[in-house]
């Protein structure tokens, strides 16, 4: 979670509100030869029953299945390990005996050493072929298989922040480019197609936690840890425009993270840019840190959440406070507008996340929804009738604003999900994890893709936020972490849809 002051990684990291420890179970499991026969008389459930754990009897039982197939996998394979070495025992004696009738030497010289060695190394070779397919035969059938796999390609990574990347937008209007917001105390603005920076806005004396970007003019809303919002005006000229880079994966690629520090940033940051240092309006009326903003419909007024349990409504063109909404137990996390009316979504650390509806002046109803077992990190309305809300317990839930007694979809994950983003057109849900994993899904929570994350490319620490652009009919994806960069991604969306 974004904080005050410090500017650097590692104490930035420390100061967010630490997550509730998981408990971890170990699993013991008695191995047994698969073949050996069982005593007589002896069945599986009494097995289990003899030994001390509290899974159930057919989980265990699923369990021990899985693990004779291992087993019987690898026992064939060291079978034919012992093929293969008596094998190379029978060549070496025979190679042996050869060279002591031709040359009268030592057979480890000359060419018959040559001629040993290459015989050998093809069997080694052919050795550790088996044993990769063996084993990839086994990995292979935990997964989940799906159709034809969908294309994410790189499309550009934008690299100058000295500190992490807490939030990320792209502008709704003329000329389009992408804002980043950081624990380093600046927000920047990119060229999308040239990742070149742009401009940089200083104006903030502690983190910038978010940034949002008013609906139809050049100018921009961003939260900090300085207890503010700010509003800036910018202007931006694009660069000419490079040929994309040939780099391209298939989503759900397994490859590990590079083997580079946790942190490290290939290349410099930003030659010198043009900088803004004062805002046009500043927003000063919370206690705690501006955790998020956003403008509601029209941009005449946003709405702020922060740290200190509320969210307050302003009028920009006065910086007046309207309204404080009141009623989190705990520090807010997120607040979210409705893209056409006038509806704010706020989440908190107190497992709640609540509507605030502003549709008619004289009334401004409430409503608390608390779908989730741990602190809410976003909620986020939908073009449609849907919010979609995401959490530390690991789960993002779909909701029908018309009935939302209980979410028409779960996602359930395996880490802690950050602020998450729904592409307008097609709906599809981006969701940022702790374990630097971005993993797409439609609202019926059916799961779409994983983007790559290899030495190549993908982030090298937690993934905080992402965005969505989808303008000039291409689908774009940006994503950014606590590796200090942001990260864009051209996603092949017919691909996507085919695999449902």
């Not at 920047?188 to 910038?208: F, M, N, P």
């Not at 809303?221 to 880079?245: C, E, F, K």
Request: glycine letters at 8%; hydrophobic letters at 35%; aromatic letters at 6%.
């Amino acid at each position: 979670m974004p904080v005050e002051g410090g500017s650097s990684s590692g104490s930035a990291s420390a100061a967010r509100h630490p997550k509730q420890k998981r408990k971890a179970h170990s699993l013991s499991i008695r191995r047994t030869n698969s073949t050996e026969e069982r005593p007589g008389g002896i069945q599986r459930g009494d097995m289990l029953d003899g030994q001390d754990s509290k899974l159930p009897l057919a989980l265990r039982s699923n369990l021990l299945d899985l693990f004779g197939q291992i087993e019987r996998e690898f026992e064939n394979l060291y079978i034919e390990n012992l093929e293969l070495r008596r094998e190379i025992e029978s060549l070496n004696e025979r190679l042996t005996g050869d060279g002591q009738a031709v040359e009268g030497g030592d057979p480890t010289k000359g060419a018959l050493k040559t001629k040993a060695s290459h015989s050998t190394s093809q069997l080694s070779q052919k050795l550790k072929t088996t044993y990769k397919a063996s084993t990839s035969k086994i990995v292979s059938s935990f997964k989940a298989t799906t159709g034809s796999r969908a294309l994410c390609q790189l499309l550009k990574e934008y690299v100058g922040h000295r500190d992490g990347i807490w939030d990320l937008s792209v502008t709704r209007t003329q000329p389009v480019v992408l804002g980043t917001a950081s624990a380093d105390h600046s927000a920047l603005l990119w060229s999308i197609e040239t990742g070149k920076c742009l401009l940089r806005y200083a104006g903030h004396a502690g983190s910038v936690n978010s940034i949002k970007f008013h609906p139809t003019e050049q100018m921009a809303l961003t939260a900090s840890g300085d207890q503010t919002a700010h509003i800036w005006r910018y202007m931006v000229q694009l660069p000419a425009p490079q040929p994309p880079p040939d780099v391209s994966a298939p989503c759900d690629e397994d490859q590990d993270s590079s083997d580079r520090e946790e942190g490290e940033v290939d290349g410099e940051g930003p030659c010198e840019v043009p900088t803004v240092r004062v805002a046009t309006a500043t927003l000063k009326s919370h206690q705690g840190v501006v955790i998020a903003a956003d403008w509601l419909v029209g941009g005449r007024q946003v709405v702020t959440a922060s740290w200190d349990r509320a969210a307050n409504l302003y009028e920009v063109e006065t910086s007046e406070l309207v309204h404080t909404l009141t009623g989190h137990d705990q520090e807010l996390t997120h607040c979210c507008t409705h893209p056409t009316q006038r509806l704010v979504v706020t989440s908190s650390r107190d497992t709640t996340f609540r509507l605030w509806d502003f549709r008619d002046p004289s009334i401004h109803s409430v409503n608390v929804f608390q779908g989730h077992t741990d602190t809410v990190t976003s909620a986020v309305f939908t073009v449609g009738d849907n919010v979609v809300s995401g959490s530390d317990d690991r789960t993002v839930k779909v909701w029908d604003l018309k009935n939302m007694r209980s979410p028409i979809a779960t996602i359930r994950t395996d880490s802690a999900v950050n602020r998450i983003s729904v592409s307008a057109n097609q709906k599809i849900i981006a969701l940022p994890h702790d374990n630097r994993q971005v993993r797409l899904f439609d609202m019926s929570g059916v799961r779409l893709a994983r983007l790559p994350r290899s030495n190549r490319m993908g982030h090298r620490r937690m993934v905080c936020c992402t965005a969505w652009n989808e303008e000039n009919q291409s689908c774009n994806l940006f994503t950014c972490g606590f590796d200090r960069q942001a990260i864009g991604w051209n996603i092949n969306i017919p691909a996507l849809l085919q695999e449902k």
